[in-house]
Every structure is written in C-alpha cells, then in structure tokens.
C-alpha cells in the first residue's frame, strides 16, 4: 500500500506529505474525492484552458492568414507594377538587331526593375529558342533552384498574367526565411518572352506573427490564472457554510444536539440554516420526548415489578404448600396443584429477569468485582447442571486448555451467563454432546459453549439478543425461558467490559463465546476463542473418539 494511505501517512502534516512526491498522485486523488472547491476549481480550469487553448488557435490562424494575404497583394501590385514599368521601357528601345544593344538593354531593364520593385532578388529567363542574338538570363540573389519547375512550366505558358508560390529563401548562416516567388512573363523586342521572377521575403510579416502570437499566450495564461484564482475565492465563499453544515450535522449525528449552524444574512445559504436549526430543534424535543416516555415506561414496569413481588411471594408460598400435600388430593386437584406450582415458579422467573432488565435501563447496576477463576467456575456449572443434562441424554465435555488463574469478574453474573448458555445447549442441543471451551490470552479469558443440535438461521441469529425474541415459540420447553435470558446475559458481559458473540448453522448447532477483558486490557487484539467454530469443531460433530475432558497449566 502506497505510504501515503496508511493512517500515520494521513495524520502526518500537509507539507509533510506534499514534499514526498511519491504520494502526489494519492493525494491528489484522495483530495479530488474529498473536496468540493478543488474539483469545481480544476473542471473550471480545466475548461477554461481548452476555451483560452482553441480561441488563441483559431486567433492565430486567422491573423497568420491575414497578414499572409495583405503581404501577397502587397507584392503582386509591386511586381506588377515594376513589370509594367520595365515592359514600357523594352518596348520604347530599338536595338535593331544588335545583340550588344540587346545585352545592354537587359540589364537596364534589370536595373529598372530593381528600382521600381521593393526586392533585389531578381531573376529573367529567356522562353524562346536559341537566338544569337537575345540577350542571356539575368539573376540577381535568387537561386534558379529554389524555383520550382511546375511554377516555371506555368509562367513559361502564359495564360494568366502571374503566378505565386511559398517558398523557404536562404537567410544565411544556414538559415531560412518564408518568402514568396511572383512569376510572369516579359516580351524583349525583337527576341520574345522571357520568364520574369521577384522573390519577397516574408521574415518582417514573420515577427509580427511571433510576436502576435506570443502576446495570445501570455494573455491566455494570465486569464487562465486569474479565472482560477476567481473560481477559488467565489467557491470558498460557497462553501465554507456548507462544511460549517457537514461538521454540525455530523456532530449531531454523533449525539450532541445542541449543536447549531450559525446564521448570517437573508440570503439562501442564511435561509438553509435556519431550516437546518429548525430540523435539529425538532429532532431534540422528539428525543427528549421520547427518551421522557422510556425513563416512565422503565420506572413502570420496575414498579410493576416490585409491586408484584408482595403477593406473588404469597401466592407461591400457598402454591409451595398446596403442592407439598398433592398427594392429600384426587388426582384431578393433584395436577391443578402441580401445574400451579409449575407456573408460580416461570412468573417468578420472569418477574426476576424483569427487574434486572430495568435496573440495567436505569443505569443502577454495580458490579460485585472479585477475583475468580473461570475455568472452575465453569466446571461448578457443568457440575450443577448434569442432572438436566441426564434428562436430556447429553453429554458435556470440558476443554480447558487456560483460564484457571483468576480474573476480577462478578461471579454471581458470569455463572449466570453460562448457565443461561448451557441451559439453551442443552435444551436445543438434540441430545449431541455439547463442548464447553475455555481458554485465555494476554488480554483476556473466554468461554465458548458449542451444541451441534437445531442451529439458527442468520436471521434468527441476528434477533437472538433481543429481548422477548424466541425463535421458535412452540418449541417444547423443559426449562420454562422467558425469552430474556440472552439479553441480560448480554447487558452482564457488557458491564464487564466483555463480549457476547454467537455463531450458528441451521443443523449444525450453535457456538456463543463470552469473552471477558482481563483488568486494565481492552478487547482489540486476537481474542482467545474463536466465535466461528471453523471446520475442524464441525468435524468433531462425527468424530468416532468421545471428545476427552483436557485441561493443562493457565497461559
Ligand atoms: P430463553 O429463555 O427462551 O432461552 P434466551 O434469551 O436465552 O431465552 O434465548 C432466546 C432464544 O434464542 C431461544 O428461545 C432460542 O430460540 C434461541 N436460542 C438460544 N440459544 C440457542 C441454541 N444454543 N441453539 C438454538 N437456539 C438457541
């Protein structure tokens, strides 16, 4: 894993993590994800800079094809005209026929033509056959090859007064320079046409170009900056009251609802808070009314409870007696007896488990801490429960490998919770052996229970915490449960600072661990039963050995 995403990476100072170039992309990435400003700022550049990116193309094309136009019918009215001039001055001449007047008279028109044009590159050559008279071609400073032959076939046919072409003039040192090549023809009397070529160099047009363009860049850069800076001052604005939002809902979420939005102004974000404040209002008086009507619910059912407490012990008494002489009785009356006897004792049982689920709600439960060791607590249960086991035809099995030294606990609570557990065990355990684990680590001492008999489905699992939840109702009972076993045995191991975990398959049985913190430990690290039993304890299921009581030294 990148460093940057491990949580001392996180936690480590901004700059701290910006200098190390590595985690740039992660941070990026992870700010991309996080924050609203940056993302709005970055698509704003972004598309402001493909905006700027294409108009300073399009701007510079359009410039460059313009000054490029201007330039070329600059120099074809300048050509023009100079060839006229120089055309006016040939046909004035008489040479007749003297090849030394001819030779002169050329480079006159030469000179003419120097003069009337705006360039020096010059270049004339003669169309016609040979004649012994015609004066020879004329260059000055332009290269016979740096006109093309498809130019020179076409100014050589005539046709159109002139013709054009881009070309790359020498500059010296090696270097080149745009220009244009105007082509057209020139009649010497009494020889013919000649192909006459001015060559114009476009490197002043050039730097206007350069320069133009550099100017669209920086301005474009500069705008690109600006639009930035603009989109992150308007966007703090914006949502600075949104993360004052997402911090105070967040905070209420957590439980402190007096937590409020501060509210500026009249505008929309002031308008958002205040609905926000309302909503936050309304949801403190429903928590507040609501937790009033549990705080009565709870008083109502201890004071039920308690109130029911005074004649239920009389009732039983009289049931106790009734039920001692059934034998005085018919038969009819004997079972009536025994069958109230039998009841009194399950409304007992549940008025018990009713007040201790309302001392929990009230808060008003106080451990009794002494130090026990839960191995031998666990073999007292196992010992005080055999007789229900016998009923049941099961055998439990012991395997303590840890957990004899003692550890503070209540030992009235704990033996209570694996009594519950062992209870269920056996009562939904189908008559398989159950195994009862403990062991222990550094941190902690762990009990399992583990029956391989009906199971539950995940759903029933889910619910099996909650109070009155039985998963099956007409499930015959043998040891008469309310339905709130598991949840105080919960709210125990809770008090303890411990765990109640349960694992279960429909047929395959059930294992519930409770795992309870030594003093000072907290319950972060391995724990020293596994809540999933794994396929090695599922196989014990059909294993052909019994499964041994093993017990050996406290780790
Ligand atoms: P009860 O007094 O009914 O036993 P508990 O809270 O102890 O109440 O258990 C709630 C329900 O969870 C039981 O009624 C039973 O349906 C289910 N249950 C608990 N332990 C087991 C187990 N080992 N195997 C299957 N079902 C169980």
Same mark, same amino acid.
């Given at each position: 894993m990148a460093p940057a995403s491990t949580p001392a990476a996180a936690s480590r100072p901004p700059v701290t993590a910006w200098r190390d170039w590595r985690a740039w992309p992660e941070s990026l990435a992870s700010l991309w994800r996080r924050s609203l400003r940056f993302r709005t700022v970055l698509i704003t550049v972004a598309l402001t800079a493909l905006a700027i990116l294409i108009a300073c193309v399009w701007m510079a094309l359009a410039i460059q094809n313009d000054l490029f136009q201007s330039r070329l019918q600059q120099v074809e009215s300048d050509s023009r005209r100079a060839t006229q001039a120089a055309q006016r001055y040939l046909d004035a001449a008489e040479p007749q026929g003297d090849a030394v007047q001819l030779q002169l008279l050329m480079k006159q028109a030469v000179r003419n033509l120097q003069q009337q044009s705006a360039t020096d590159m010059i270049a004339v050559y003669r169309i016609a056959k040979y004649s012994p008279i015609a004066p020879q071609d004329v260059t000055t400073g332009l290269e016979k090859s740096i006109i093309s032959a498809d130019l020179r076939a076409k100014v050589r046919a005539g046709g159109e007064p002139q013709w054009w072409q881009s070309v790359a003039l020498p500059a010296g040192e090696g270097q080149q320079v745009a220009g244009i090549i105007v082509g057209q023809q020139i009649t010497v009397p009494e020889v013919g046409p000649y192909e006459l070529y001015f060559a114009y160099d476009l490197g002043a047009a050039s730097q206007t170009l350069s320069f133009i363009q550099a100017t669209l860049w920086i301005v474009g850069i500069a705008l690109l900056i600006l639009i930035g800076a603009i989109a992150w001052f308007v966007l703090r604005s914006l949502t600075a009251p949104i993360s004052a939002a997402a911090e105070t809902s967040a905070k209420l979420a957590a439980g402190d609802f007096g937590e409020r939005l501060p509210v500026h102004g009249e505008d929309e974000l002031a308008t958002l808070g205040r609905s926000f404040n309302a909503m936050a209002d309304s949801i403190e008086s429903q928590i507040k009314e609501l937790a009033d009507l549990s705080l009565v619910q709870q008083r109502f059912v201890s004071d039920v409870s308690h109130e029911l407490r005074t004649p239920l012990t009389t009732i039983r008494l009289a049931s106790d007696m009734l039920n001692d002489s059934r034998d005085d009785f018919d038969p009819a009356t004997a079972r009536a007896a025994e069958l109230l006897h039998a009841q009194v004792q399950r409304f007992e049982t549940l008025l018990t488990d009713l007040l201790e689920i309302s001392r929990y709600d009230a808060g008003s439960v106080q451990l009794e801490l002494e130090p026990t060791s839960l191995a031998h607590l666990a073999e007292d249960v196992i010992a005080s429960m055999s007789q229900l086991a016998e009923q049941h035809h099961t055998s439990v099995r012991l395997v303590a490998p840890g957990a004899y030294s003692p550890v503070d606990m209540d030992p009235r609570r704990i033996r209570r919770i694996v009594r519950n557990l062992l209870g269920n065990a056996i009562e939904h355990g189908e008559g398989h052996p159950i195994v009862v684990t403990v062991d222990s680590n550094q941190q902690a001492v762990a009990i399992g229970v583990r029956d391989f008999g009906l199971g539950m489905t995940p759903e029933e699992t889910d619910r099996v915490f909650d109070r009155f939840w039985r998963a099956d109702p007409s499930r015959v009972r043998?040891? #008469? #449960?309310? #339905?709130l076993g598991l949840s105080i045995s919960l709210g125990d191991a809770r008090l303890h600072g411990g765990t109640l975990a349960v694992w279960s398959a429909p047929g395959k049985g059930s294992n519930f661990v409770l795992t309870l913190p030594r003093a000072g430990q907290r319950l972060d690290g391995a724990m020293p039963i596994p809540v999933d039993p794994g396929e090695d304890a599922l196989a014990s299921l059909g294993a052909t050995q019994p499964i041994g009581v093993t017990s050996g030294s406290d780790s």
């Open positions: 043998t040891i #008469g #449960g309310t #339905g």
